[in-house]
């Protein structure tokens, strides 16, 4: 397993950028719309993982939601897997509390699930298995 990215939630992407890119030299490589998640993505790789900008589509995506609540910083950290149904089953065999019991597709057509962050620390982790 290795860290996929740190999502980290953001009223704009462009704004972030100023940042991200403008500052610390990060490169935008990919940007989409992730219609099921009501969310627009950017991904900028550091290193061997990536930090990837989530900015909401709608005011009733779950980052609309977590900007309300908490303003922009870090949504969640993304852990590459290699059997995500494996992982997960045996996740819920140990009782892990799970968001997605069952993957469903992500940004750049990953299979990715959530776990609900009462069983990690108080952290939101998404599982990633790559295609």
Do not use: Y
């Not at 500052?23 to 790789?45: D, F, I, S, Y």
């Not at 995500?84 to 940004?107: F, H, S």
């Amino acid at each position: 397993m290795k860290i996929n990215h740190l999502g980290i939630a953001t009223k704009g992407i462009e704004e972030a950028l100023k940042f991200w890119g403008d500052a610390l030299g990060l490169e935008n490589v990919h940007t989409e719309v992730v219609e099921e998640q009501k969310v627009r993505v950017a991904m900028l790789p550091i290193g061997e993982s990536r930090i990837e900008l989530l900015e909401p589509t709608s005011d009733d995506s779950p980052i609309s939601k977590f900007l309300e609540k908490r303003g922009g910083g870090i949504h969640h950290i993304a852990v590459e897997v290699e059997d995500i149904n494996a992982v997960l089953t045996q996740m819920k065999e140990k009782g892990v509390r799970l968001i997605d019991e069952a993957p469903r597709i992500g940004a750049e057509g990953c299979l990715i699930a959530f776990v609900h962050p009462s069983s990690t620390n108080g952290v939101l982790l998404e599982l990633v298995q790559t295609t």
